[in-house]
């Protein structure tokens, strides 16, 4: 080559170094070019994706003030629920309390303006001395007594005996011990106002007086007209009149099987009948009154029967005592009426032993006062409203009833004679904090999580009881503090939001309830004069933040945008590698789905940046 260019003539040779000369500065000059065009190019690449990363920095800082601030407003709106459903619990609490003392009050003065009229006073007189000549008066000889005995036997085992075998679940009443305690003025009487008495069983107080000659029966068909009047009129179950010397029960309107016996050595000397008779014979003061709760009763079919008594004095002298037995129907009467009770709502009263001393509304099987009186174990009520009512202490909050149900319950104890008996008015939280909303079978939570985007709504107490779910999963009904999801990201969260009584933030993590899959939560307490109420919790919908981070406006065909949490798994859906780094299949492998690049590790340790990486599929990227 150089021969050739020597061996060229001169004129050639200054025309080649000319040519030489003249390309050489072009030739630096295009690979300037070249070289800031590519830098150009380079800045504009980085420039659109570090663009686009400020763009969604600021739509996922937005989302997520977004969620807090509806988190604010939904917390003032269930505790402006709560305060509205516990105020009208407790009103209602109130009235019935004041409707049941009244009432008790009434009855406490109509036995005593009974007790002290002068007719009663006179019957009293007259019952003790006629009953005792009864059996004399009409010439009960011994045959005539055994025929009677044997004729009444029949009674208590037919009549009475399947009565009390249909109200007992096919129980058989003992025949023979219940006559062998029978005294033979007792069988007399018994049998000609209960045997010989026309008027079917249920039905013998319609008698006025018996078919006999004795005075016994002349002053009965004077008395007992007026008195079965005043019983009929006020809703009493029976009236008895009994002599305080011997207890014997000497006037019934009723006429059941403890007519004429003696509540001192009687078959029915034991019962709660007896201690209200003993108690008030041992009064001294004509105004005085005596209540005994209730309890099982044989002559009234087992059934429970509370007494209220006062004594029948004339002047100083005391005659016997006046017995009012209490009616079931009019105290469930006015704890049945359910204004301001919706559908799931009712009140109730409970005794000390956990029974019940009015109907259930919910649950007329078991929670009736005869149906739990007879079942103690599936008609009792020891719940935590009922306990703390029975301990003498009042007060509103949400508990599990006797169902099995979160409720709002207010109780308080009701003071009645020497009794102490628990009012609970209560409420499904379900209808109580949860409008329905107008129009649609839908709670307004269900609509709420529907219309912004969220997987679930938690209430919870206090005491970490998750009372309300949308979903309920099966964290519905557990304890966030110290049950099986305690350690989980709601359990966590609601622990800080009751510790710190303010907002609280839990990751994602594999949530068991929600199937394993990674869950993110956000919770905040309702606070009330420094206390917490309960705890208001959402659960994130990762679609909503899907939304967000995969909208691909400038991304062109092979670029994404997602979100890595500290553990280095995903937090958004991969774009390029659905089936490795989604969000649920990275925290189901990380092996396989955590994002470990240089670029993440930066963003991580909190610096900001744009570089080309190596990114988690091995691939060189420009990363910002």
Known sequence: MLRKMLSLRIGSKLIAAFLLIGIAPFA?????????????????????????????????????????GDLGVLTDMVGAFRREAFNKLIAVREIKKTAIERYFQTINDQVLTLSEDRMVIEAMRNFRDYEASFQTENGIDEAELKRMRQELRGYYANQFGVEYANQNGGTKPDVDSMMAALSDNAVALQ??????????????????????????????????PVIRTYLEKFGYY?????????GRIVYSVFKE?????????????????????????????????????????????????SFIASPIMDGGEML?????QMPLERISEVMSERAGLGETGETYLVGPDQLMRSNSYLDPKHHTVVASFKDPEKGKVETKGSVAALKGKSGAEIIIDYNGNPVLSAYTPIKI???????????DVAEAFVPRVAGRKSDFYADYIKK??????????????????????????????????????????????????????ADFAPYAPSNGDPAAFIAEPVVNKGEVELVVALQLSL????????????????????????DNLMRSDSYLDPKNHSVKASFADPGKGSVESDAAQAALSGKTGADIVIDYNGNPVLSA
Request: hydrophobic share 40%.
């Open 28 to 68: 630096v000059i295009g690979l300037v070019a070249l070289d800031r065009s590519s830098e150009a190019l380079h800045k504009q690449a980085f420039g659109q994706l570090e663009s686009v990363r400020g763009i969604k920095k600021v739509q996922i800082s937005k989302f997520f003030d977004e969620r807090r």
């Open 191 to 224: 049998y000609q106002y209960i045997q010989a008495n026309a008027n079917p069983l249920g039905e013998k107080h319609v008698l006025d007086r018996g078919a006999d000659a004795s005075q016994y029966s002349a002053y009965h068909g004077k008395v007992h």
């Open 238 to 246: 029976d009236i008895f009149m009994i002599d305080a010397k011997t």
């Open 257 to 305: 099987l403890d007519f004429n016996t003696s509540l001192l050595t009687g078959p029915w000397s034991k019962t709660n009948f007896a201690d209200a008779f003993r108690q008030a014979a041992a009064l001294t003061q004509a105004n005085d009154v005596v209540l005994v709760d209730f309890a099982q009763y044989m002559p009234s079919y087992d059934s429970p029967a």
């Open 320 to 324: 016997g005592v006046l017995i009012f």
């Open 417 to 427: 004679g020497g009794l102490t008996w628990g009012l609970l008015a209560e409420i």
């Open 452 to 505: 912004y985007g969220y997987y679930d709504l938690f209430l919870m107490n206090p005491d970490g009881y998750v009372f309300y779910t949308v979903t309920h999963e099966a964290d519905y009904q557990t304890n966030m503090l110290d049950g099986k999801y305690a350690s989980s990201g709601l359990g966590k969260v609601t622990q800080t939001a009751l510790a710190e009584k303010k907002f609280g933030f």
């Open 543 to 566: 679609e909503a933040i899907n939304h967000v981070m995969q909208q691909r406006e400038g991304m062109g065909e092979t670029g994404e945008t997602y979100l890595v949490g500290p």
